[in-house]
């Protein structure tokens, strides 16, 4: 069995959850079996701040981050946070979990909370000309809100020594930065990059950290392409030509996104698979959809599985066949059978992946 590399895996809410109730070593003991099992090498974990944690994203996102730091620091046998090209292969080697620190939506930014000095806000003294020496690209967006430069500078001041090598701009809602896909707030959903979404997308990319367009309206997805120079990677995205929902991706920007070089993992959950029959081969009927477009090379996995949350209303249908990593090795099975070589699944499942993450990295 090949291995897997999953581009998308919300395992850090898991993590937090468990530990708040006082459990200790949760990805050692709850989840290392199951991966290793399925062939689950490498991952995206990402830090999600919920929906219900919105109006305190900064404290929910340093909740996450420290419960996923204290874990991986207690599972140093059975994980290792990748930060390196040569760092997957050598855990990997090692026996181990390659895990990479992701963000899925980056609103956290918008509130983080700046110093308050001598009655005045940070907000204040950057609108005032505070940091005038080095104006940079800032000028361009300081009529949106100002200080939203110095609050990304201490997001990343914080993400960035942590290992962050990945970035999903949005999640559900729009904010300064994009457009969400499918956002009531915003219309027909299709808001746009704005110029301080310009901003971040060159400034994540600076830092080395892989740009992902999932999540993004299709408006968004075009400024990222217009704005990002190099590959980009949709983690947990499917066709939108055989599943029509705004999370899926229009033919253009899987095209586009073949052509820069980059990846699309193929999302599990069954609204993004096919509202009425999200089965096992529908998922697999992405893959072939993708390949045809694009090539075999730019097609992986980002699986996106819901047993890591509890919330209800992410909750996945007794039709869908495809519902966590106990799965995976029955998918692999399937895409054998519906006649996909050794070679081409070894690619989608680990090689692909791997690839793109390994060239941006280096």
Same mark, same amino acid.
């Given at each position: 069995m090949p291995y897997v590399f999953d581009l998308h895996s919300d395992i850090v809410t898991d993590i937090a959850v468990r530990r708040a109730k006082?459990?200790?070593?949760?990805?050692?003991?709850?989840?290392?079996?199951?991966?290793?099992?399925?062939?689950?090498?490498?991952?995206?974990?990402?830090?999600?701040?919920?929906?219900?944690?919105?109006?305190?994203?900064?404290?929910?996102?340093?909740?996450?981050?420290?419960?996923?730091?204290?874990?991986?620091?207690?599972?140093r046998e059975e994980a290792e946070l990748v930060r390196t090209a040569e760092g997957l292969t050598g855990a990997v080697d090692a026996g181990k979990v390659g895990i990479f620190l992701g963000v899925e939506g980056l609103s956290f930014v918008e509130e983080w909370p700046l110093l308050e000095m001598r009655g005045e806000t940070a907000d204040t003294l950057v609108a005032g000309g505070v940091g005038k020496e080095n104006p940079g690209p800032a000028e361009d967006f300081q009529g949106e809100e100002p200080g939203l430069e110095e609050k990304l500078r201490q997001a990343l001041g914080v993400l960035g020594p942590m290992g962050l090598r990945h970035a999903i701009l949005t999640w559900g809602m729009s904010n300064r930065i994009a457009g969400a896909a499918g956002d009531p707030g915003s219309g027909a959903g299709m808001s746009g990059l704005t110029a301080f979404g310009r901003h971040t997308v060159r400034t994540l990319q600076s830092q080395g950290v892989v740009l992902d367009v999932s999540h993004l309206d299709d408006i968004s997805i075009d400024g990222v392409l217009d704005v990002a120079d190099g590959p980009v990677i949709a983690s947990h995205s499917n066709a939108r030509a055989l599943c029509d929902v705004p999370r899926n991706?229009? %033919? +253009?920007? =899987?095209?586009? !996104?073949?052509?820069?070089?980059?990846?699309?993992?193929?999302?599990?959950?069954?609204?993004?698979?096919?509202?009425?029959?999200?089965?096992? %081969? +529908?998922? =697999?009927?992405? !893959?072939?959809?993708m390949a045809d477009l694009i090539g075999i090379d730019h097609v992986a996995f980002g699986f996106d599985f819901m047993d890591y949350l509890t919330d209800e209303d992410f909750q996945v249908p007794e039709n869908a066949e495809l519902r966590s990593v106990e799965d995976v090795p029955r998918l692999l099975e399937r895409m054998s059978e519906r006649g996909l070589t050794d070679a081409e699944i070894e690619k989608v499942a680990f090689a692909n992946a791997s690839r793109m993450m390994s060239h941006v990295l280096r």
């Open positions: 006082g459990e200790q070593r949760v990805f050692a003991r709850r989840h290392y079996p199951r991966l290793m099992r399925a062939g689950v090498r490498a991952m995206i974990a990402v830090l999600w701040v919920e929906p219900q944690y919105r109006s305190v994203g900064p404290s929910r996102f340093l909740q996450l981050l420290g419960s996923l730091m204290a874990d991986l620091e207690e599972c991706l229009l %033919d +253009r920007h =899987i095209r586009e !996104i073949g052509v820069r070089g980059g990846v699309i993992g193929l999302n599990a959950y069954p609204k993004f698979v096919d509202l009425d029959h999200p089965t096992m %081969d +529908r998922f =697999i009927d992405h !893959i072939l959809y």
